[in-house]
């Protein structure tokens, strides 16, 4: 047989090894926790805070480190809660330090979402934007039988659903799509040290993409300001109790209680690209970037607001300490404190302003956001 009959032979059992390998797999997800599953019993138990209403739905999402799960689940339109926890494993009542130490659970996200607002199959879209579905137990920079990826449904209806996304799902891979789709068989909320944690710790670990979460995010705000007219001449209100519910629990607590974020673990400390800070409770621009420095105190720094009389100032003496505190006139949201030991070239003072309180928009999102009317703050 000539040398290219045998490279051709040899390719060909190649080739139809990989079609039957592909062929095996694609009919049905691999278990990446079915070892044990076969042969333990699992507890049946559920341990969770958040309680979906008559016409809420939920889901369970393992998607490597649920850090980064939870934060994008807060940040997409339709979603309505979100809690981590560790599911479908050997033991009750976990600790973080068991699941690390191969108890078997799954690190998830408990996501409860309005049907009417995103369906599950859009909602898995997303989902699965977040993940490598072909890998065994490691996302990330993370490995073990806790970062599994798995879909589990309290449901049995959405069962055929998330199988047939999943179909549909591994028809964009040649390797297997590996996720498991299993009913919920038992989940225990995390510590409170982990729940929320990107927004405690915004420069914390995450596995997903920002551009992701940034995209989910935009698409959240827009429906919560569905008009998008911020115009120059438009006037401003006060939130409604509807908004403030969708603020997090950090915005909640700076914007109308007057805590402050950590120093330098906030979103908005390091961030150096052009654009508009605006309030996070009502959308109103507060802030430029061109007034924007690096103060060293640990929060963005202003050294003016973006107009005159959109702030109001009054004397804080709390905590033993003599400040002058900042606050939005129109919405009443804390801001953050004012001092004058700014740079003198911009007129001496620093706005030293807790980035919980704010929503920034880069300069080219700030036309599609309903801010166009803003860009001649911008010389070039």
């Known amino acids: 047989m000539s040398r ?5 032979s040899v390719l060909a059992v190649v080739v139809a090894i990989a079609i039957g390998t592909y062929l095996a797999f694609s009919t049905k997800n691999i278990s990446a926790s079915e070892s044990f599953n076969a042969v333990a019993d699992i507890p049946e138990e559920i341990v969770q805070q958040n309680q979906k209403a008559a016409n809420e739905a939920e889901i369970y999402l393992a998607g490597g480190c649920f850090w980064g799960t939870e934060f994008l ?3 997409v339109p339709g979603v ?12 009750r009542n976990p600790t973080y330090h068991d699941v690390c130490n191969d108890s078997g659970h799954a690190e998830s996200a408990h996501v409860i979402y309005d049907p009417n607002g995103i369906s599950l199959v859009k909602l898995l879209d997303i989902y699965y934007q977040s993940i490598d579905p072909t890998f065994v137990n490691h996302q990330g920079k993370d490995q073990g039988i806790q970062y599994r990826t798995g879909i589990y449904f309290s449901d049995p209806a959405d069962e055929e659903v998330i199988k047939t996304s999943l179909n549909k799902l591994q028809g964009n891979f040649f390797n297997p ?8 068989k038992n989940f225990y909320r995390a510590e409170e ?27 959240n705000a827009a429906k919560e300001f569905p008009n998008k007219d911020f115009s120059r001449g438009r006037t401003y209100d006060k939130p409604d109790k509807k908004a403030l519910e969708k603020l997090s629990d950090l915005q909640r607590a700076v914007t109308q209680n007057g805590e402050t974020e950590p120093p330098y673990k906030n979103e908005y400390n390091e961030e150096n690209r052009e654009g508009i800070y605006v309030d996070v409770t009502n959308g109103q621009p507060l802030f ?13 720094a202003f050294a003016k607001p973006i107009e005159k009389g959109i702030l109001v100032e009054r004397k804080d003496f709390s905590f033993g300490m003599d400040r002058v505190e900042v606050r939005a006139k129109a919405s009443g949201a804390h801001l953050g404190h004012v001092f004058d030991d700014g740079k003198k070239e911009n007129g001496g003072m620093r706005y030293c302003i807790n980035s ?25």
């Not at 290219?4 to 051709?8: A, D, H, N, P, T």
């Not at 309180?357 to 009317?373: A, H």
């Open 288 to 300: 430029v970037s061109t007034d924007k420095f690096d103060s060293g105190c640990g929060w963005p």
């Open 177 to 184: 799509v590996v996720v498991e789709c299993k009913p919920i």
């Open 73 to 75: 689940m807060r940040n």
């Open 193 to 219: 040290e982990h729940q929320e944690y990107l927004y405690k710790n915004p420069n914390g670990y995450c596995h997903v993409s920002r551009s992701l979460i940034d995209e989910q995010a935009k698409e």
């Open 80 to 91: 309505t809660s979100v809690e981590v926890g560790y599911s479908n494993g050997l033991t």
């Open 4 to 8: 290219g009959k045998i490279l051709m």
């Open 356 to 380: 919980a309180s704010l929503r920034f928009i880069s300069r080219d999102k700030m036309p599609e956001e309903g801010y166009g009317d803003w860009l001649d703050l911008f010389k070039h």
